[in-house]
């Protein structure tokens, strides 16, 4: 529960604008479906943060929608109508889940599964991504982990 309540409180230092209630949800999807999928769920957040900052009705003109930037074709692909985009749980889980799926394709290189996930495999395996972009993706990961650290969620 103190971790749960740590992570909500980093979502609520990032993003403002975020209940307290909701940053609880948030975390616990974000715990959930990082077990379930055996990803770290800071990465899983990384990944929120650095492509909505936690905003659940993100979107881009390019068919990417809520915290995780989830393309319609992918939410179909996995059994759900895309309005389900904008639901924070099947938003998470579907990228938890994409997550998992590009670590296992970049043999559990979670730089890699990162990057594939922001600029597609095919361009991960041809070296045609920012390697900075990335980077900073996944220093969004220490990040977390030392803001509980400062704040006693974690030891």
């Known amino acids: 529960a103190k971790y749960k309540r740590g992570l909500a409180s980093y979502i609520r230092h990032i993003n403002k604008g975020i209940s307290y209630n909701k940053s609880l949800k948030l975390a616990g999807y974000f715990i959930k479906y990082g077990k379930q999928y055996k990803v770290n769920e800071q990465i899983v ?12 009705s993100s979107h881009n003109p390019y068919g990417y929608w809520g915290l995780m930037q989830i393309s319609t074709s992918l939410v179909k692909a996995k059994g759900y109508n895309g309005k389900s985009l904008l639901r924070a749980d099947v938003n998470i ?17 979670y730089f890699k599964a990162v990057a ?23 220093d969004n990961k220490t990040a977390i982990k030392k803001f509980l650290k400062k704040y006693k969620y974690i030891s």
Do not use: D, P, W
């Not at 990944?47 to 905003?55: G, L, R």
């Open 45 to 56: 957040m990384a990944v929120a943060q650095a492509e909505s900052h936690f905003n659940t």
């Open 116 to 138: 594939a996930y922001v600029y597609g495999s095919g361009s991960v395996q041809c070296g045609h991504y920012s390697k900075a972009r990335i980077k900073k993706i996944v």
């Open 93 to 109: 889980k579907i990228g938890a889940r994409y997550l998992k799926t590009l670590s296992e394709i970049f043999h559990n290189n």
